[in-house]
């Protein structure tokens, strides 16, 4: 598989040979969102909380009398069909959003999500990408002149000054190798490679 080399002004320089393995993998729909939603899932803290039947601060004293009334039937105020009643069936903190995916199945879909990217022209290869110092004006140029807007740019090893620069850019994110996660390989619409990290991504994920 032939990947784009792109140069400082983000024009081609040349082409660069890559793994079949990695990126020529035929497009899995099924196994990409499988993939992808259970990466989100287990992100999820599953601290949310609701109050039940019990736990809601209201008297058990019944409102009215069962007869006579004209209204509907009341047992206590806590009923869940009450305003501000106890939920039936309420979120607890100890809920487990897990979902189990095997190693094997993650490196295919990762594989996939790449392959399909080269195939839409959006993931590219530079030699090196790196910034002077530490200030988001230098990388927001930087990018400018490569003529791109939202990237998510993977480097083989941290870079201090580059990682500071993107903070402050909300569509510019930088990862290493071992820290790229399906969801942001989906979520930008040009993802930048260096070199070496593309030597790493074929090492792990092949």
């Known amino acids: 598989m032939e990947l784009k080399l792109l140069n400082e002004q983000g024009q081609q320089a040349s082409t660069l040979e890559a793994s079949d393995a990695l990126f020529g993998r035929d497009f899995n729909e099924a196994l990409i969102h499988q993939v992808v939603v259970a990466y989100m899932a ?14 809601i601060a209201k008297s058990t004293r ?12 009341a047992g206590m105020a806590s009923s869940p069909i009450w305003r501000g009643g106890g939920r039936i ?21 990762v594989a996939a999500i790449l392959s399909q990217l080269a195939r839409e022209d959006r993931l590219a290869i530079v030699e090196d990408f790196n910034v002077e110092a530490p200030k988001t ?9 490569m003529g ?18 993107s903070r402050n850019l909300h569509k510019v994110l930088v990862l290493e190798v071992a820290e790229t996660d399906p969801v ?23």
């Open 42 to 55: 287990n992100a999820r803290s599953g601290n949310r909380a609701q109050k039940g039947r019990s736990e």
């Open 62 to 73: 019944k409102p009215w009398k069962q007869k006579g009334t004209g209204r509907a039937r």
């Open 89 to 109: 069936f309420p979120n607890k903190p100890d809920e487990n959003f897990s979902q189990k995916v095997n190693r094997k199945m993650y490196r295919a879909g």
């Open 137 to 145: 004006r230098l990388l927001a140029e930087k990018l400018k002149g």
């Open 148 to 165: 791109l807007d939202s990237v998510l740019v993977i480097t083989d090893q941290f870079d201090e000054n580059l990682f500071l620069s």
């Open 184 to 206: 942001s390989l989906v979520n930008y619409p040009k993802v930048l490679v260096t070199k070496g990290a593309l030597a790493k991504m074929e090492e792990a994920w092949q």
